[in-house]
């Protein structure tokens, strides 16, 4: 029995299974097929001359290798320290002894340029050196923007986690909302070179969710990880199914996700090396969920039933915020006993008044953004959608200051209850009621 063909790595040429998508020794992630220079026909990786003309592809190959060697080796040799936030590398420092050998769940992120070497052959090396240090810049920070972090970069892209060294419980949501950042920011970095360069730069990205162990933390925060199952290998896999600026993700991510982003369905498929069928989701935007209590309405709310003495309380604040006596209630209890449940009560019973009611609220992830609940809350007030354009949403805004300013409020007014008991009031005593109410119902 003949044994089993070797692979070898563009970068180093160490003899790698054939089965293996990165090279152990230099980290260099191994080409998935070879397209030829002269015709453009796509050939597998193990083809020496094109399929489609003859021509070989050894020696364009290595030529490619070669000419973005240098970045490579920059980034792979640069301490993870030099690129990580001042706040996270001091958290990870400070705990390392107990995170030291933790088993964490985590969601990995895969991200590349889609069609590297045929861009690369377009460009000079020094030109192409900067459109890829551009590239990982603009990675690096998406990852550290929702508490990521870059684990290796892959040559054309990266590999992130989310989860790990610390530890989050929405590391699949802060993976979702960094993948959207990323796409965005990528698209106006591609919009730039199409202009300047003519080159069609695109990302595609991959993601999965699943257990790692943490390894030794150097001092300078280089870090060991072992993946448990196939966690990072089915996040690769994602990315190479991608299509480019399309961001792929598998059901183990998808199912921490549902309802929080916008999800397509795209059904089963069999990946070389998994036993089952896995479902594969596209993703396509944020979902209209931001809290578990709105997951938790999607599927039907249980009968409210006691809180009768806080009930009592709460009411007796809207009483008197109503008669001009704005009010802050403060509800703090222990995780899971209902502080939300008995806030959105008191929303409801507001709205069946008729009370104007805006809600907003934080999340563990937004908090590297100055005033996001504040952010929320104009947002929520203005009837702001985060689709339109800031032309668009600076157009409501001004429409909805005029109308607060003139006498009379008009229905199509923020401040203003549309269905409010009092409409004979004045304009001027009508958002007073409705400030005060949104006070009591917001806090």
């Known amino acids: 029995m003949s044994p089993a063909p070797e692979t070898r790595c563009p970068s180093c040429d160490s003899a790698l299974p054939p089965d293996a998508l990165f090279c152990g020794r230099c980290g260099e992630r191994l080409a998935q097929e070879r397209s030829c220079a002269g015709c453009g026909r796509s050939n597998p990786p193990d083809m020496r001359f094109c399929l489609g003309c003859g ?9 490619l290798s070669k000419q973005d060697r240098p970045l490579r080796d920059a980034l792979r040799d640069r301490a993870p320290r030099s690129y990580t936030p001042k706040h996270l590398a001091d958290r990870i420092l400070a705990s390392r002894s107990a995170l030291e050998g933790e088993r964490k769940q985590v969601t990995v992120l895969f991200a590349d340029v889609k069609g ?6 377009s460009q000079g090396p020094e030109e192409w050196h900067q459109i890829l240090e551009r590239f990982f810049e603009i990675l690096t920070e998406g990852v550290h923007r929702f508490d990521g972090t870059v684990n290796q970069y892959t040559g054309d892209g990266i590999m992130a986690l989310f989860g790990a060294p610390i530890a989050h419980e929405d590391h699949a949501q802060r993976a979702c909302f960094a993948a959207l950042g990323l796409r965005e920011a990528v698209g106006r970095y591609a919009d730039e070179l199409r202009v300047a360069k003519g080159l069609n730069f ?10 790692v162990v943490v390894g030794k933390i150097g001092d300078d925060l280089r870090m060991d990880y072992t993946a448990q199952g196939h966690t990072v290998g089915l996040a690769q896999r994602m990315e190479q199914l991608a299509a480019p600026e399309k961001v792929l993700l ?6 921490l996700v549902s309802g929080y982003l916008a999800l397509r369905d795209l059904g089963e498929t069999t990946l070389k090396g998994a036993k089952a069928k896995l479902h594969v989701f596209e993703l396509e935007g944020i979902g209209t969920a931001r809290t578990r209590l709105d997951i938790s309405r999607a599927r039907g709310l249980s009968k409210f ?3 009768a003495d806080e009930t009592r309380q709460i009411e007796a604040a809207l009483e ?4 001009g006596q704005g009010q802050v209630i403060g509800v703090v209890a222990e995780p899971g006993t209902g502080k939300s449940r008995l806030c959105f009560e008191l929303a409801e019973r507001c709205r069946a008044r008729g009370i104007s009611v805006r809600f907003t609220t934080g999340v563990p992830h937004g908090k590297n953004v100055p005033f996001l609940p504040v952010i929320e809350l104009l947002r929520d007030l203005y009837e702001l959608d985060e689709r339109e354009s800031p032309r ?9 200051v005029r109308c607060c300013s003139t006498a009379s409020s008009s229905p199509a ?3 203003s209850s549309t269905s409010s008991p009092s409409r004979t009031r004045s304009g001027r005593a009508r958002r007073s009621q409705a400030r005060s109410a949104n006070a009591a119902c917001s806090a």
């Open 250 to 255: 598998t059901e183990h991510t998808a199912r």
């Open 202 to 211: 695109s990302v595609r990205m991959g993601m999965n969710s699943g257990e």
């Open 116 to 121: 590297s070497m045929e861009l690369a052959e």
């Open 55 to 63: 021509a070989p592809l050894e020696a364009r190959a290595a030529q």
């Open 413 to 415: 007014c923020p401040c």
């Open 305 to 307: 039933v006691g809180r």
């Open 392 to 400: 668009a949403q600076r157009n409501k805004i001004a429409g909805a």
């Open 320 to 323: 008197r915020a109503l008669a």
